[in-house]
Nanobody, 122 residues
Framework: QVQLVESGGGLVQAGGSLRLSCATSGRTSSYYAMGWFRRAPGKEREFVAAISWSGGTTYYADSVKGRFTISIDNPKNTVYLQMNSLKPEDTAVYYC???????????????WGQGTQVTVSS
């Protein structure tokens, strides 16, 4: 089993920054990739960013490219999402996920955290 726990969400003004963390535990050898997804009220789940466990491969959604950075701390088994220049449209519940491939599809990720709320005020 793999456990994922997100933290770092909160309320921030437009233009501000937040850093989300995803602490992983359990059978970390059973997955290869980590991803961040988000779901805004009334919208479908949306891919945000993904990274290989080695950190050598990263993907970003066009909507966050240049503003968000995904990174990984292997000794701590923790994945981060640094979010800069936040916009009101970034408001959502953010979820981290673990899977076997670095993809943009949520279907490729097997394990999910409980989510952390990010609210960006205008």
């Amino acid at each position: 089993q793999v456990q994922l726990v997100e933290s770092g969400g909160g309320l921030v003004q437009a233009g501000g920054s937040l850093r989300l963390s995803c602490a992983t535990s359990g059978r970390t050898s059973s997955y290869y990739a980590m991803g961040w997804f988000r779901r805004a009220p009334g919208k479908e789940r949306e891919f945000v960013a993904a990274i290989s466990w080695s950190g050598g491969t990263t993907y970003y959604a066009d909507s966050v490219k240049g503003r968000f950075t995904i990174s990984i701390d292997n000794p701590k088994n923790t994945v981060y999402l640094q979010m800069n220049s936040l916009k009101p449209e970034d408001t959502a519940v953010y979820y981290c996920a673990a899977g076997l491939a670095v993809t943009t599809s949520f279907r490729s990720y097997r394990y999910w955290g409980q989510g952390t709320q990010v609210t960006v005020s205008s």
